[in-house]
């Protein structure tokens, strides 16, 4: 769920296609997005043996140690794009404002955190030309978490 208002479109990230943008001012640390309506994770081993699920690959996001969603329906919240310096904050399934964020921002977040550890994304990093690379679990949660107890004082 998208708590503040918001729109879906052009992102201005190039190559990026469609981004999710905010339509009202966001303080810093506020919860942008909540997840909602979760029926099942899948183990990371599930997903690549699983055939139906392998070719939703694109669609995989890690929420915690080694459980991931797959969502081929791409609900609006499919629509935050990568960036290695984000407007929001990836911590457990819930982006949080990474400062505040006036309205008209776009919603970006580093997916290395959402990627199974090592895993390449297919594309790089728009801003630098890295490649974007999926922690660990035990680095993403220690990183998120310590962003989160700063951001939150």
Not at 22 to 45: C, L, M, N, S, Y
Not at 126 to 151: C, M, N
Request: charged share 20%.
């Amino acid at each position: 769920m998208i708590l503040p208002r918001y729109r879906i479109a052009a992102s201005g990230i190039p190559g990026a296609g469609k981004g999710l943008f905010v339509d009202e001012f966001v303080a810093a640390g506020r919860v942008v997005t909540a997840p909602d309506q979760i029926d099942r994770t899948h183990g990371w081993d599930e997903i690549l043996a699983t055939p139906a699920l392998a070719a939703n690959l694109y669609s995989a996001a890690r929420w915690f140690e080694d459980r991931y969603t797959v969502s081929p329906e791409w609900p609006d919240e499919c629509y935050v794009n990568h960036s290695f310096e984000p407007t929001g904050l990836w911590h457990l399934g819930f982006i949080f404002a990474a400062k505040d964020l006036p309205q008209g921002t776009e919603i970006t977040v580093d997916y290395r955190h959402l990627l199974a550890p090592g895993q390449d994304e297919s594309f790089q990093d728009a801003a630098t030309g890295e490649k974007i690379t999926g922690l660990s679990w035990h680095e993403s949660l220690a990183q998120s978490t310590r962003a989160l107890a700063r951001l939150l004082g």
